[in-house]
Every structure is written in C-alpha cells, then in structure tokens.
C-alpha cells in the first residue's frame, strides 16, 4: 500500500520569502513521486515529477524537490515566491507496478502581498 | 480535443437520484482515471480504464458507482440512488501511455451536490 501526509493545510508566506511545503510518503517499493499544483478556478496540473536519478528535480516556474528515500520525504521548495504562486499544491505518489496514484491532502499556499 | 473535458460542470441531485458525469479525454490517450474529491481532501482514485477495459475499480465507494468507456474514449461515471455523502468534485484525468509515471492531464471536474 502506499500513502502521503502533508502536514501542513495552509502556509501563509510573504511575496518574495522563501516557502517550503512538506510531503512525506510510505510505500514499501521503489516510487515515483509528484507534486501537482492547482491554481484557483483551474484543474490540477502537473508541476514536477521524480522518477530516477538525481535526487533533485525543478520546475520552469522556480519551485525544486529533493527525494529523500532515507526519510521517505518529497518537500517542495522555492527560494521567493509571487502572488502568482498562490494556489493548492498536492503531493502524489506511484509505485509498485500500480497505475493508480495517490494524492496527498494538499496544502493551500497563499502568497501575501 | 486540446485537453480534458468533464461535463456538467456542477450537478444538483435530490437524494435518491440517478446521475451520469461525463468525461471526454485527450483525444489518443490511452488511461482514464476518475477520482472523488471531498471538501478539503485530495483526490481519492476510484478506477481505472485502459482503453474500453476496466482494469481496476477498486476505490468504487459501493455498488452504486458504476464506470464505462465502451469505445476506449469518451468515459461515464454513473451514481445510482444518491446519497449525502456523494457529494464531492469528481475528477477525470487521462495519459497518453500505460506507464505509472505519465502525467495526468485532469478536467476541470463536475461538483456533485446532493441535497
């Protein structure tokens, strides 16, 4: 079986201060980790995606995610965020040979001005 | 079509009654998923098409869910008797491929209200 856990429901942040959303994931295969993001009156997207090799993947928007596979761990991270960035940000995990993926219960970033 | 289209975009039920969602993928992508998502919840996987094939309906609620894609395209989820509790926001995603680490392109979702 495999499941995430974002802690965190709501991280209000400043425009242009750093933000870190937190996912933790348990499954007992190799896995493939997601983060999607979903911008307000629109359908979730994907924003990036950990398959294999380097443990550190980045979007085009600024946002980088380290696997971490000795603390089960796929934080999201952006140096400075915007106004734009305001959105609700799941994690998501794949593994063991299943199609399905399951999604964590999302954090809602709200960038203040 | 340029992506993934879910119809209608907000359903009102009685309890009760019947409702059909309707999904229409990317045109070529092979999967279709539809999930359930709940006020304040991720999406949580109800089942999976490969084509015309039902390959996993394991997160059906119960047996008033029912899913088809009879031609491997265009997908209906079908809520018989509805219930309180099923309301949510109903997701369709595609991807082109089978693989688990494809992207999925989502709808905009229909929200199922019943009242």
């Known amino acids: 079986a495999q499941s995430v856990t974002q802690l965190d429901s709501q991280v209000p942040v400043f425009e242009e201060a750093p933000v870190e959303l937190r996912c933790n994931y348990s499954s007992s295969v190799s896995v493939y980790l997601f983060w999607y993001v979903q911008y307000p009156n629109q359908g979730l997207q994907l924003l990036l995606k950990?398959?294999?090799?380097?443990?550190l993947v980045e979007s085009i928007n600024g946002f980088e995610a380290e696997f971490n596979k000795s603390q089960t761990s796929f934080h999201l991270r952006k140096p400075s965020v915007h106004i734009s960035d305001t959105a609700e940000y799941f994690c998501?995990?794949?593994?063991?040979?299943?199609?399905?993926?399951?999604f964590g219960t999302g954090t809602k970033l709200q960038v203040i001005p | 079509g340029a992506g993934v289209s879910q119809s209608p975009r907000y359903k009102v039920a009685k309890r009760g009654q019947d409702v059909a969602l309707r999904c229409d993928p990317i045109?070529?992508?092979?999967?279709l998923f539809w999930y359930q998502q709940a006020l304040g919840q991720g999406p949580e996987f109800l089942t999976y098409f490969q084509n015309e094939a039902q390959l996993d309906k394991s997160g059906l609620p119960s047996d008033r869910f029912f899913a088809e894609r009879p031609e491997g395209s265009v997908s209906t989820l079908k809520i018989q008797r509805t219930q309180q509790e099923d309301s949510a926001v109903y997701l369709c995603?595609?991807?082109?491929?089978?693989?688990?680490?494809?992207?999925?392109?989502f709808g905009s979702g229909t929200q199922l209200s019943v009242l």
């Open positions: 950990y398959l294999s090799g380097s443990t």
């Open positions: 045109s070529g992508h092979v999967s």
């Open positions: 995603a595609s991807t082109l491929g089978t693989r688990q680490n494809e992207k999925l392109f």
């Open positions: 998501a995990v794949a593994s063991g040979g299943y199609q399905k993926v399951t």
